[in-house]
């Protein structure tokens, strides 16, 4: 089964840093792409970076030359790097993975939580 865990998050102030990471588990192929979203409360989840096997990445004009996703594709593991933080990037973070099991789906973690005080 294949399994998504987040780890990192936390708290910090604004104009400070957080970082995140992610692993997909369970699957006998690399995850195909792979992206951080996030839900602040009383809000919709949006999406807050993606990234391919390839390497494509976007990013939510939000969080542009703030934040920065990678991939280490032989440990099936994201990061997301978040610097310059405003109070607005409080949420809970998801990962997200397209992974195959019997076959190809889309599969989320259970979040991380990321708060920023002003």
């Known amino acids: 089964q294949v399994q998504v865990v987040e780890s990192g998050g936390g708290l910090a102030q604004a104009g400070g840093s957080l970082s995140l990471s992610c692993t997909v588990s369970?699957?006998?192929?690399?995850?195909?792409?792979m992206g951080w979203y996030r839900q602040a409360p009383g809000k919709q989840r949006e999406l807050v970076a993606t990234?391919?096997?390839?390497?494509?990445?976007d990013y939510a004009d939000s969080v542009k030359g703030r934040f920065t996703i990678a991939r280490d594709n032989a440990k099936n593991t994201i990061y997301l790097q978040m610097n310059s933080l405003k109070p607005e990037d409080t949420a809970v973070y998801y990962c997200?993975?397209?992974?195959?099991?019997?076959?190809?789906?889309?599969?989320w973690g259970k979040g991380t939580l990321v708060t920023v005080s002003s």
């Open positions: 369970g699957s006998p192929f690399s995850a195909n792409t």
């Open positions: 990234i391919t096997s390839g390497g494509r990445i």
């Open positions: 997200s993975a397209r992974a195959y099991f019997t076959a190809w789906g889309d599969y």
